[in-house]
C-alpha cells in the first residue's frame, strides 16, 4: 500500500506542513526508518532525534518540531500513528472470507454475514459466530458459545460451551476462556472436584494476549468488561470481575472472585488474592501481590503490596539500615566509653 | 434438567426439613440464585444471608438455619453441593462418543470401549486410550503414549510421546505433558541440549489447568501422583516428583528434580528451587519463593521462604522500623544531651 | 537400539577402560540406571555411588573412579553423555516426512527437501519451510512466514504471519511467535489498539519452551539470537532484543523494547522491565525483579534487583534485626538506668 502524505493527514484529521505529495509506502520509528517510511514524534523533548531520522515524514504536535521534514501536525501524535499503523495494517493481508473445507461446524450454529472460519477450525453445536468475525486456524468454539461481531480469534484458541465474548473481541494464539475454575472440596484428604457449571463473559473490544487464561465461573459468570486489555500468560480465576478499561500486562495472575474496579492497571507478574476489592483507577505495580482490598487511585508496590510511597520508604530504610546502624552503634559506644570506670 | 428436593437429599445421603416435592432446576450462590435454584449455606455464620436469598431451597448443616426454606440438611454442605452441582452438570452436554471422521489415529493404536476422540485429533502410532476416556476436539497423543480410563482430554491438550496418564485424568485447554525439559550442556559457551528421554507420568485422578506444563525427564520419569490437583499456567519441570492430593495454584512454577511430598499446597505464582524436598503437608504461601527444603508440615512465606511466623515477624519488623530507629535516636539524643559540657 | 561401549567410546572421541565389548542399550541416572545401561559420572566427588549402581557401563574423567565397571574415559562426561543420549533418542522414533493429506498448505508455499508436515498442520500461503524440517500435528505456519533447515515445530505451535526462525530452531508445544505486542494509546480512558506491524525472528538453534510466547514487533524486529535457550511459559515482549546464548528459564517475563546481552542467565520467574538494558554475562538469579540496565557481568538478587552480595547482605542485616535492636536497646537502657537520679 501507498499514501500521500496529504491523504494521510486527511486520515487522522490533520494539517500537513511541507510536501503533502510525498509516498508513504511504510511506518517505523524513529530511529529505524527508511526512506518512504513515516515515523512520528510524542514527546517534544527529542525533536532532535529528527536531525539523524531516514523517514520521508514525521507526525509531530507543531510544524516548528520539524523544519526540513514534511510533517502532519496533530495534537496527538501517538494517536495518529496508530491510525496510520492501522490504515497500513488493514491492507497488509487479505481478510479471511467463508467456512474452509477442513472446519467442522457443527449443528444449530448460527453463522453470521461476511464471516471467516479457517483451516481445521472446531465449532460445536448450538454455537453463534457474528458478522464480520473471523476464526483463524484451529480454532474451538465450545457448544452453545456466542461470539460477537468482528472478533478475531487467532490459531489454537479454545472458547468452551456456553461462553460469551462481545464484539471486537481480540484473542491471540492459544487463549482459553471458559477452562474449569480451580474448585476442590477436600474430605479426609481427597480433593472432590466443584462442577465449575458458571460461564466466562468477554465484553466489547476486551482483547487478551497469547497463553493467557480466563476461567468459567464456578456459577454464574467470570466477567472481563468492556475494552479491557490483558497481556499474554495471564491468570484470570472464576468468578473473578474485572471493570472496563483495564490493562492487565503480561504473567498476571488474580485468584477467584476478586472485584477489579474500572481503568484499574496491573503490572507484570502482579499476584492478586482471591474474594478482594480493587478500586476503580487503582494501580499495582510489576511483581506486586496485592493481598488486601486497594481503595480507588491507589498506587500499590511491594510483596504483601503497600501504598507505593510506603512502600518506598521501606525500601530506602531498609537500604539505608546498615549504615544507620552502624551510626547508632557508634553513639552508643560513644556514650559507654565516656562513662569511665569513676562512675560506677 | 429437573430434580425434588427429595431425590437430592437422596442422592447426597442427606435428610429433607420442608417440602421435599419442591422442584429444583439448577444451582447457584446464595446471592445469586433465583427461583428453582438450590444454595448452600457453608458456614452458619452468613446465616442471615439466607433471609434475602431468592432460591428455592438450600443444603445446610442444621435444620435451624433455615426456618423458612426447604433444605437438605447434611455434615458437609460443601461436598454435597458439590455432588448435587455434579449431576446436573453430568446431564447439560451430551457426552461425545465415537472416532470423528476427521480424527487422524495411527496404526496400532488400542482404543476401549465407549472412548469419544473428537474432531481433528491426532492419536499418534502405538498410542492406547482406555475405556470411556474422551479427546475433545483437536488433542494431540503422541507414539506410544497411554490415557487410561474415563480421562477427559480438552482441546489443544498434548501428551507427548511414551507419556502415561492413569484414570480419571483431567487436563484443560492447552496443556502440555511431556515436552523437552531445560537441559544443556555448556562448552565454550555454546548450549548443547541434553536429549530428554525419559517420560512424564500422571496418575489417577490427577486435573491439571489450562496451558499448564509438565515436562518429561531427562531419563526416568517426571511424576505427579495421584488426586494432585494443578491450576492454570504452572510449570511443573524435569523430574519433578509431585506426591498425592496436593494443591498447587495457578502460576507455580517447580524447577527440576524437586521432590514434593503428599498434601503439599503451593500458593499462587510460588517458586521452586531444583533439586530440593518439600516435606508432606507442608504449605508455601503465594508468591513465596522456596529455596531450600521444607520440614513436613512447615507453612512458609515469602522469597526466599521462611517459616512464616518468622517471615510475618520480619515484615512487621521492618514495618515499625523508621519508628522503631527514630525512637532510639531520640533515646541516644537525651544520653547525649543529658551529659552536659561539665562532665567533659 | 543398541551399541557396544566400544562404538559409543568412538562416538564421543573418549577411551575404552575396561571391557569395550559390553553391549549398551539405554542411558539412565546413576540412581536409576539398571544392567544394559549406560551412566556417568560429572563429579569425581560422587565416585562413591558408582558402587551400588546396576549401570552396566560409566563415563568418566578418569579410568581410577570406576575399578569395576566398564568405562568410557573422556574429559567432559557431561557432554559426552548428551552425545551418546542423543544417539539413542535419534533411533528411538522414526522422523516424520511428506506432507500428511490432512494438512491445508497454501498457494505460493516454498516447502523443502525431506520436509516433514504432520496431520492437521496449516501452512499459510506464501509461507517457507527449509529443507529437513518437521511440523509435527496441529502446527500452524502464517502467511509469509519462513522456517529454515532442520526445525522442529511440536504441536499447536503457532508462527504467525511473516515471522522468520533461523536453522535448528525448536518450538516445544504450545509455543506463539509473533503474536501483537501489547500497545494501546489511551484518549479519554478509552485504550485504542496500536497496530503490531514488525515481526520475530528467532535465529540459529535457538530453542523455546512449552506455551511460550515472543511477541511480534510493534514495527520492525523482536530478536532471539543464536543458540538462546527459553524455557517454558516464558513472556517476550514486543520489540525486546536477546543476544547469543543466553538461557531464560520457566516463567520469565521481558516487558517490551528491553536488551539483552548475550551469554545473559535469567533464574525462573525473572520479571525484566521494558526499555532498559542487561549487559552481557549478566545473571539475574530466581524471582528477581530487574528495572535498572545492569552491567555486563552482573549478578543481580532481590526486587527490585541488586547487585547480589548486597542484596545478601540485605537479606541478612534483615534477618538479624529483631536481635539488633533488642542488642541496641538494651545498651541504651543499661546507659540511661546507669544515670541514676543523682545525676538529674
Redesign the interface.
Known amino acids: 500500500m501507498q499514501r500521500t502524505l496529504k491523504e494521510l493527514a486527511d486520515l487522522v484529521g490533520g494539517r500537513v506542513a511541507g510536501d503533502g505529495s510525498v509516498v508513504v509506502t511504510g511506518?517505523?520509528?524513529i530511529d529505524?526508518a527508511g526512506p518512504g517510511e513515516i515515523t512520528f514524534l510524542a514527546n517534544p523533548r527529542y525533536a532532535s532525534r529528527l536531525t539523524d531520522t531516514k523517514a520521508s515524514a514525521v507526525i509531530v504536535t507543531d510544524a516548528k518540531l520539524s523544519p526540513k521534514l514534511p510533517a502532519i501536525v496533530v495534537p496527538?501524535p501517538?494517536?495518529a500513528?496508530?491510525q496510520v499503523?492501522?490504515a497500513?495494517?488493514d491492507h497488509?493481508?487479505p481478510r479471511r472470507r467463508g467456512v474452509?473445507p477442513?472446519a467442522?461446524v457443527g449443528e444449530r450454529v448460527t453463522v453470521g454475514r461476511d464471516v471467516g472460519i479457517?483451516?481445521?477450525c472446531?465449532v460445536?453445536e448450538g454455537a453463534t459466530i457474528g458478522d464480520g468475525t473471523v476464526l483463524?486456524?484451529?480454532v474451538?468454539v465450545g457448544?452453545n458459545a456466542s461470539i460477537g461481531r468482528d472478533c478475531l480469534l487467532?490459531?489454537?484458541v479454545?472458547v468452551?460451551?456456553g461462553c460469551i465474548l462481545g464484539d471486537r473481541v481480540?484473542l491471540?494464539?492459544?487463549v482459553?476462556v471458559g477452562?474449569?475454575g480451580?474448585g476442590?472440596?477436600t474430605?479426609k484428604?481427597?480433593?472432590?472436584?466443584?462442577?465449575q457449571?458458571g460461564i466466562a463473559v468477554l465484553e466489547d473490544d476486551v482483547?487478551v494476549?497469547?497463553?493467557a487464561?480466563v476461567?468459567r465461573a464456578?456459577?454464574?459468570r467470570t466477567i472481563v468488561r468492556r475494552?479491557t486489555?490483558i497481556?499474554?500468560?495471564v491468570?484470570v480465576?472464576h468468578n473473578v470481575h474485572i471493570g472496563e478499561?483495564c490493562?492487565l500486562?503480561?504473567?498476571v495472575?488474580i485468584?477467584g472472585s476478586t472485584r477489579v474496579g474500572h481503568?484499574v492497571m496491573l503490572g507484570?507478574?502482579v499476584?492478586v488474592?482471591g474474594h478482594i476489592e480493587l478500586g476503580d483507577r487503582s494501580i499495582a505495580t510489576?511483581?506486586s501481590?496485592v493481598?488486601k482490598n486497594l481503595p480507588p487511585g491507589t498506587i500499590a508496590s511491594g510483596?504483601?503490596a503497600r501504598p507505593r510511597q510506603q512502600h518506598l520508604?521501606?525500601?530506602a530504610?531498609?537500604?539505608r539500615?546498615?549504615e544507620?546502624?552502624r551510626k547508632?552503634?557508634r553513639?552508643?559506644e560513644e556514650?559507654?566509653k565516656?562513662?569511665g570506670p569513676g562512675?560506677e
Not at 481427597?190 to 462442577?195: E, F, G, Q, R, T
Open positions: 511506518i517505523n520509528s529505524e496527538d501517538d494517536l500513528f496508530a499503523a492501522g497500513f495494517a497488509s493481508v474452509h477442513t467442522v479457517g483451516p481445521q472446531v460445536e483463524e486456524a484451529q474451538y457448544r487467532y490459531p489454537h479454545s468452551r460451551d481480540i491471540h494464539c492459544g482459553v477452562a474449569d480451580f476442590y472440596v474430605v484428604g481427597v480433593h472432590h472436584k466443584i462442577p457449571i482483547e494476549g497469547a497463553n487464561a476461567d464456578r456459577f454464574g475494552g486489555k497481556d499474554n500468560l491468570q480465576g478499561q490493562l500486562a503480561a504473567q495472575g485468584a481503568h507484570g507478574q499476584g488474592s510489576a511483581q501481590g493481598d510483596a504483601p520508604r521501606g525500601l530504610t531498609v537500604d539500615l546498615p544507620t546502624l547508632l552503634k553513639r552508643i556514650l559507654e565516656r562513662r562512675q
